[in-house]
């Protein structure tokens, strides 16, 4: 375990673990994922990280029609309430196309209800990217309304896109960020808005550091952030990996400790789907990764033409 396991989550006041457990994988997502999980295995699951290290937990309304935020409200109820300290970090999510002010305050009764909670400390607008602009500035104000009423905690913006999740930050109002698929050891994408957010006292949260799983798995997947990926990055992948198997380590520990020592990020959203995932990340965070296996880690970093949002390659 890091000397700096707890952290604050920027300006909130809000305490958290450098790692925090991922909700959409327990949802039971099979054709997202390709594997299912069963409810009692999410509880189970949420149990297990109720009684380790990790102080919080990400999940979103829309995460398997609600079905994250069922299972961790049936774990927060045999748990007989939720832990001392620990977090449950939601998002709203629009419904059918619907995105308005009225479906923001929706989405937060749902979520209320089903997670059995009166409190929620942190929420996210979800996925803005994917709906005008224009158009999600009653979400926004909502959003701001609920938090200034007390009906909420603290307001956070999460999604992939970062040139639109620029956007949102100028109207300002948020108090964390969360990326994902953007910060790995293969993308760096979410640098410039990673260090914007830092500069205007806002916390980062990194998510999808496997990249849908290449950096978890990578001698069995081919595809980072929902995509093939190119060649250049499938050559990193595998070279990455044969360095640390080098230094007796795995390409899934130095990538979580490539976001968790990332200077700036206040949480590494990782998704977690069996009891054992757990004691697998304390190993990796008590890992001892050399100087030496880093750098070539760092030399290794594919071309930014070749990141999620790197500029397009020129012939």
Request: proline share 4%.
């Amino acid at each position: 375990m890091t000397d700096d396991w707890l952290r604050p989550l920027g300006s909130t006041g809000l305490t958290v673990s450098a790692v925090c457990a991922g909700g959409s994988g327990i949802a039971g997502m099979p054709a997202v994922f390709g594997y299912d999980v069963t409810r009692q295995e999410a509880v189970d699951l949420i149990l297990r990280a109720f009684d380790g290290p990790l102080t919080w937990i990400d999940t979103s309304n829309g995460y398997g029609d609600g079905e994250s935020e069922l299972r961790i409200g049936q774990a927060i109820k045999e748990y007989g309430g939720l832990p001392d300290g620990f977090l449950v970090a939601t998002k709203v999510d629009a419904k059918d196309g619907d995105y308005s002010g009225a479906r923001v305050r929706a989405s937060i009764a749902e979520s209320k209800e089903r997670l059995g909670l009166d409190d929620l400390p942190l929420v996210h607008l979800h996925d803005p990217e994917w709906h005008d602009f224009d158009s999600m500035r009653d979400a926004v104000d909502t959003l701001m309304q609920l938090r200034a009423d007390g009906e909420i905690g603290h307001v956070g913006l999460a999604g992939g896109s970062t040139a639109e999740l620029a956007r949102y930050l100028d109207l300002g109002g948020f108090e964390v960020l969360l990326v994902h698929n953007r910060w790995s050891l293969v993308d760096h994408s979410a640098g410039p808005l990673f260090r914007r957010a830092a500069d205007d006292g806002i916390a980062v949260i990194n998510a999808a550091i496997y990249g849908g799983g290449i950096l978890a798995n990578p001698q069995g997947a081919t595809k980072y952030a929902y995509r093939e990926a190119p060649a250049a990055v499938l050559e990193a992948v595998a070279a990455m990996d044969k360095a640390c198997r080098e230094f007796g380590t795995d390409l899934a520990t130095a990538a979580l400790r490539h976001s968790v020592d990332t200077p700036g990020i206040a949480g590494t959203v990782v998704g977690i789907s069996k009891p054992a995932r757990v004691d697998a990340l304390l190993e990796a965070m008590a890992a001892d990764l050399p100087d030496e296996l880093l750098n070539r880690l760092g030399s290794l970093l594919p071309q930014e033409q070749y990141w999620v949002e790197g500029p397009k390659e020129t012939t």
